[in-house]
């Protein structure tokens, strides 16, 4: 193990330790250690280095960093053809009020959908500043983030839309290209329901190689709310490098969704006929965004029986990237 990630390690032991010890509502993953549950997926990583992270260790009730996130602000993109509600018929409207977005006292970040005396409804949804975040050629990407979604029952969560999800570089600075850019669905989760979906996004629309406006997805696994859970997402190229370089090795290339540490979901470059949506798909750069819709064409608007606040919220452990080389 390299001595970096040995070092890291105790600084993450550490940090696992506060918050098992102060997060009374964290739960380990089963069959893995009580006392460090925040690695209970990352300490088999040990071909890897870390390359970004945020365990969201920040003064209660503050925003994220400005130096890792950015926040997504109104009801569009600031650009004069960006479409409005983002596209999705979503109801709120993105702030940056610690209402709808800060650390909590235990060391994670919530985000908060709240609904005003006047019916408008407002949430959440941040980008990193990162826009690199890739396999290398030879190598492989591994994202995870340790979350849970809503604790309210189903049948009060209508039109409540969290995700974790990516967008390629080529979506910056024009806010434009979708899907040809790529869209990762690492999770989503909608109206409290008990399934966790993920998907990709490719190609152009409607139809095209991801069949959008579906994409390529799982069609959901089981998912607890209100329950801690281990998400990962990995980009493995290793075929790209060595004795097996060849002239189509990019199809042996594969795309892997993980939750508490099981791989639910796997898609390889063979199914695709085109290596430039490959390469836009798994060799470019992408960017991470948290949020947590309220409305949309995939859930429906919330209704009268919607819940606002930390019912309906979203919690975030942690979120790391990792690069083997």
């Not at 994202?143 to 390629?168: H, N, Y």
Request: charged content about 20%; hydrophobic content about 35%.
């Amino acid at each position: 193990m390299l001595p970096f990630i040995s070092v890291f390690y105790l600084f993450l032991g550490a940090t696992a330790a506060r918050k098992g010890f102060s997060h009374r509502h964290h739960h380990a993953v089963e069959g893995r250690s009580p006392l460090f549950p925040s690695l209970a997926i990352s300490l088999e990583l040990v071909d890897y280095q870390l390359t970004w992270h945020d365990e969201f260790e920040y003064h209660p009730y503050s925003l994220p960093s400005s130096e890792k996130w950015v926040f997504d602000l109104g009801t569009r993109y600031p650009t004069v053809d960006a479409p409005q509600n983002w596209g999705n018929n979503e109801a709120e409207i993105y702030t940056n009020s610690p209402a709808n977005i800060h650390v909590t006292p235990f060391g994670t970040l919530a985000i908060t959908p709240r609904l005003s005396s006047n019916g408008t409804w407002t949430s959440a949804r941040i980008e990193t500043r990162r826009s690199d975040f890739a396999a290398p050629a030879g190598g492989k990407l591994y994202i995870e983030s340790r979350l849970r979604t809503g604790c309210a029952p189903s049948d009060r969560q209508q039109g409540i839309w969290p995700a974790f999800w990516a967008l390629g570089t080529d979506f910056r600075p024009s806010y434009s290209g979708w899907p040809n850019v790529s869209e990762w669905d690492i999770l989503e989760v909608v109206n409290g329901l008990p399934t966790v979906y993920s998907t990709l996004h490719c190609g152009y629309a409607p139809g095209g190689p991801c069949n959008e406006y579906n994409g390529i997805g799982n069609g959901g696994v089981a998912w607890t709310g209100c329950d801690w859970h281990t998400v990962g997402f990995q980009v493995d190229r290793r075929t790209a490098a060595g004795k097996h370089m060849g002239k189509n090795t990019w199809k042996k290339e594969t795309l892997s969704w993980y939750l508490d540490g099981k791989k639910t979901f796997e898609i390889s470059g063979s199914r695709f006929n085109d290596s430039a949506t490959w390469e836009a798909i798994a060799h470019k750069g992408h960017f991470l965004l948290l949020n947590v819709a309220v409305g949309g064409n995939w859930p429906g608007q919330p209704n009268a029986t919607t819940l606002d606040g930390e019912a309906v919220q979203m919690e975030v452990d942690y979120i790391r990237v990792w690069n083997s080389y």
